[in-house]
């Protein structure tokens, strides 16, 4: 029976892989590079004018990038697996650490550094998606490991067609939630482990640039270390067996092993051209609101995560300078603007204060989310209470008087406005992962639109099936190729999950451009408002979304 099935599919070793590598350390390199690359430019290259300007732009090259190299990690998972995508993409963010301390110019030493960091980064962030669907209970068949007859299929594709059906079972919202928590515990992994190394080299008798080369060495060496547990940990994943390399060029399995034609096994599904993949998977979020849900959340989670960590502690900054609040001028003193820590250091303290309230809350409230998305799958009462939470919370940061909590024109009220932008924040990340994962998990092995799609690639390849010396078609071509067996397992998606991963993060990196450049340019020409008034309108949008979801759904998952 249902209750007696396992939570997840993923053995605890797996399970616990994900929630402790995959998941924090996704984040705990990227806070680590974007928090020390100021120091990088300036202390160990001997850049003090134009120092904005060069990290902007290397941060704007990191995202740019990352636009691409999402859908193309994703895609490649769809071939190789998730397991070597993530060893890979660790892999690759060690030799971007190490090599980034090397330069000696911004461009192009340190530019090709961090293009390097952010192609390694963006395969782990989107395998940080791709990988759920994988350690939840459902299979991508609808079955589990037990369960292969076709009675029991049919049955459970008949569940998982419903949207709203079998709510109280929905271990991807919770398992979102986990993963949220641990993805929040990263950061503070490099807030209080990675970030104090330097000055804890310094204080050992080292000169500004060896700290920060030797602390580099020593996150590198930690980013070698993930490597290889994600490629021992997650080994065997249900889906993932019949990947690997050498199916990276391959256009299909049935030529490979014809034997196994009659298999019910997700990888004799035809692998399609990697553009194919990357449209179907773009076209389901039209098709499939849950999908298209979870891309619209992740471009709001991205975004989310730039307001906090960059326009917060800009507009204290700004408000000091503003006000004549800092102990000196750092337009005049030799570190700059980037030496914020000695010009501004009161700034600093309330900034990292008021982030620091909105990422406890949130590391807090995560598990809350998944739990509460287990229960309300077809309305997303959760995904829609955190939407009101950042439209309210970034409209009154924007007309804060004051930013500070104590003072004549300070207000404690700052601290509820920081719990409410928190609040979205996670509520974005772990809600949209859970909708996607579960979306993922739902689409119905009756869609005409995958079944037209599939059909065709598999009667295009039975016309080209195993030739012989001469060219010409084998008798061992595989005959049914369009029956139901095939059929019953397109809605597992396990080959176009990890595309689906991409173009959640390509929609991520949108949002992150758009709020960067767009809310960047408005800070300076308008008003330092200006970027929370643009996080208002995205959670505003999502929020209209998620409503008319619930407005519109019915026993179907596809609209």
Known sequence: ??????????????????????????????????ATVSFIVTDLIGLHDGEGDAVGTLGFADELLALAACPLWGMLSDRVGVRHVCTVGYAIVALALVLFVQAK?????????????????SAVSTMVTAVLPAVTRKSFGGETRQESTEGTTHQDDSRLGQEGGNESHSPSSRLAGFAGMFAGCGALVSLAVFLPLPGRFQKSGMSPAQALQYSYYIVAIVAVLVSVWCFIGLRNLLGEDRKGWRSLLLVSRHSQDPSNAHANSPSLLPHMPYWK????ALALGFRNRSIGLGYLGGLVARASSVGISLFIPLSVNRYYRASGLCEGNPNTEPGGIGDIKRSCSKAYILASILTGVSQLVA???????????????????????????GITGYIAFALLPSPQFK??????GVFVIMALIGISQIGAIVCSLAVLSNGILSISASDQFLKQIYSSEASHEANQGPQDDNGDVTEQQP?????????????????LKGSIAGVYSLFGGAGILFLTKVGGLLFDVLSPGAP???????????CLAVFVSGLLSKPSSVL
């Open 1 to 34: 029976m249902a209750s007696h099935r396992p939570l997840f599919t993923a053995s605890r070793g797996q399970t616990l892989t994900y929630l402790l590598a995959v998941c924090p350390f996704s984040i705990a390199f990227l806070v680590f590079i974007n």
């Open 105 to 121: 110019n911004i461009y192009p030493q340190l530019l090709l550094g961090r293009l390097l960091f952010s192609i390694g980064g």
């Open 277 to 280: 993949q990357a449209g179907i």
């Open 363 to 389: 590391l807090i409230a995560a598990p809350a989310f998944g739990f509460l998305s287990e229960k309300s799958r077809r309305y997303h009462l959760p995904l829609l209470f955190a939407t009101l939470s």
């Open 407 to 412: 003072g004549e024109d300070g207000n404690p």
């Open 479 to 495: 005959l049914l190729d369009t029956q139901p067996d095939q059929h019953r397992s397109l809605h597992q998606l396990p080959h």
């Open 532 to 542: 929370f008034y643009i996080m208002a309108g995205f959670n505003g949008v999502l």
